[in-house]
């Protein structure tokens, strides 16, 4: 099944961070109320409904500190996990082909990366050495980029320059923080285990118990492989 997600790449002077707009939307609307020091409840009805729209669950807070990268699953039921690791690298490797995306002419350039090959393109124009996800590290901003099975595409569709101040970060309250590889365990048995995941954490109490076979297991098919 495919699934699409408007998601948003904000790029600051130290970092950035990649995450689904509708997420983005409700971690600043949790940040205004918070500062403001609003109710919970109050969090949670203007919040609501930007977080039943978020698709891509993913989020990742790319070098900062330098050479840090945090990501994070986030799923409303079951709770976020988050974990740190060390900024990836990327071999790519520059081509002559050129095509033009939204108007700026760009490049391709291709690399393996944790398992896929991908095919990106990048704006020389924009110089900015950074890209959707994870991608990073060309001469210039990737406005596209694919893994070459087809199961992952990104294309740009909008840029807006920020003129005042707005912070760049992962919303972090009542996250669950641990290794890489336990994170990675613990999103495959989420995803594979839906609804005894949502019994086995006592959330829910249903009268039925047949009601819980309704709910089907997600899909389980990360970026990154290994």
């Known amino acids: 099944k495919e699934t699409q997600a408007q998601c948003v790449l904000e790029i600051g002077q130290r970092g950035s961070c990649f995450k689904d707009f509708y997420e983005y939307a409700a971690d600043s609307v949790n940040d205004a109320v918070a500062r403001k ?21 993913t989020p990742v807070l790319k070098g900062y500190p330098s050479g840090q990268d945090y990501h994070q699953y986030g ?4 709770g976020s996990y988050e974990y740190g690791c060390p900024s ?9 082909e050129t095509k033009e995306i939204m108007g700026y002419t760009c490049r391709k350039a291709t690399c393996h990366h944790s398992g896929r090959d991908y095919t990106a393109w ?15 590290g060309l001469p210039g901003l990737i406005v596209a980029i694919g893994s070459d099975d087809g199961e992952y ?6 840029m807006q320059e920020i003129t005042f101040s707005s912070p760049i970060f992962l919303y972090d309250k ?13 999103v495959r048995n989420i995803s594979e285990n839906y609804s005894e995941t949502i019994i086995n954490q006592g959330r829910f109490r249903l009268k039925n118990p047949e009601d819980i076979q309704r709910i089907g297991n997600l899909p389980y098919n990360p970026l990154e492989k290994e």
């Open 153 to 158: 595409v990104f294309e740009l569709n909008g």
């Open 37 to 57: 020091k609003g109710t919970a409840m109050e969090i949670f009805s203007k919040a609501y409904d930007y977080v039943k729209k978020t698709q891509w669950r």
């Open 75 to 78: 799923d409303p039921i079951v």
């Open 88 to 96: 990836p690298s990327f071999d790519w490797q520059i081509g002559e």
């Open 174 to 186: 009542k996250v669950q923080k641990h290794s890489r590889e336990e994170v990675r365990r613990i």
């Open 122 to 136: 990048y704006a020389e124009d924009i110089a900015l050495s950074d890209g959707p996800y994870i991608f990073r």
